[in-house]
């Protein structure tokens, strides 16, 4: 690691996961990682422009020491948790400028970014944020449930009900890929008072929670019943 910014950025990360742990770190500390993470990218860049294009080759930069992906997850869970929408919509739009998104695709970012819209009552930038990913990506899931999320929120119930109806066939089963799709359908059934459907629904999440369940439980006596390409959420 060439630059000396690493080794600053690589003690603050240190501290991050001891305030998760509740070692008495102050929070500022995943801030200040995640400020000097900008300025370490700013500095690289201003000699060699395409340095960390995407967010993946700054662990191989840095021979994997800090886990910067992971600890970007746990970041934007961080601000997530402990920002107002201000707050967590301005750092995912960083994030979208800072990277070129090509290698790993940002759904989570851009449905914190939708949240966060949602958050601070912009109903109309929400929608028009949802409407252009969804056009760039009809089929991500993500994009799906956020725009059903800024349906409901805009008081467009057909456009929610449409999308539900378009990603969720009789045959759907719930998995890993699309709980947050079935969690968004529950609340418009719920919405609409379409109790058959919520109760379909809602019965397709407790089986996939269920499945969970076993699966971190050991799955009792066969400790799971289903081999290595058979998991449901994988």
């Known amino acids: 690691m060439k630059n000396k910014k690493w080794k600053e950025f690589e ?10 742990a509740g070692f008495g770190e ?7 990682a995640y400020e000097t993470l900008k300025q370490i990218l ?12 995407e967010l993946s080759q700054l662990d191989e930069d840095t021979d994997y020491r800090c886990d910067i992906q992971g600890w ?8 997530e948790m402990s920002q107002e929408g201000e707050g967590l919509l301005q750092v995912c739009e960083e994030l979208l400028e800072l990277f070129q998104w090509e290698e790993d695709n940002p759904s989570d970012i851009k449905f914190l970014k939708a949240s966060a819209l949602g958050s601070m009552n912009r109903t109309d930038d929400r929608a028009a944020f949802c409407r252009q990913w969804l056009a760039e990506e009809p089929e991500n899931i993500s994009a799906v ?21 378009q990603h969720i066939r009789e045959e759907t ?16 059934y719920q919405k609409t008072g379409n109790k058959k459907e919520k109760k379909r629904i809602d019965q397709e999440l407790k089986k996939y929670e269920k ?19 058979e998991f449901p959420f994988i």
């Not at 700013?42 to 294009?53: H, K, Q």
């Not at 449930?145 to 109806?165: C, D, R, V």
């Not at 369940?213 to 289903?226: Q, R, S, T, V």
Request: hydrophobic share 35%; charged share 30%.
């Open 11 to 20: 003690e603050l990360t240190g501290k991050c996961y001891r305030h998760l």
């Open 26 to 32: 102050d929070r500022a500390c995943w801030q200040n």
């Open 42 to 53: 700013a500095e690289e860049r201003s000699r060699t422009p395409d340095y960390g294009a």
């Open 72 to 79: 970007m997850q746990d970041y934007l869970d961080e601000v």
């Open 145 to 165: 449930t956020a725009s059903i999320y800024a349906s409901l929120a805009s008081g467009e119930l057909e456009t929610a009900g449409q999308l539900i109806k």
């Open 173 to 188: 089963q719930c998995t890993e890929e699309n709980d947050i799709l079935f969690t968004a359908a529950s609340i418009y």
């Open 211 to 229: 499945i969970l369940e076993e699966f971190f439980m050991g799955g009792g006596e066969d400790e799971m019943a289903w081999g290595d390409d």
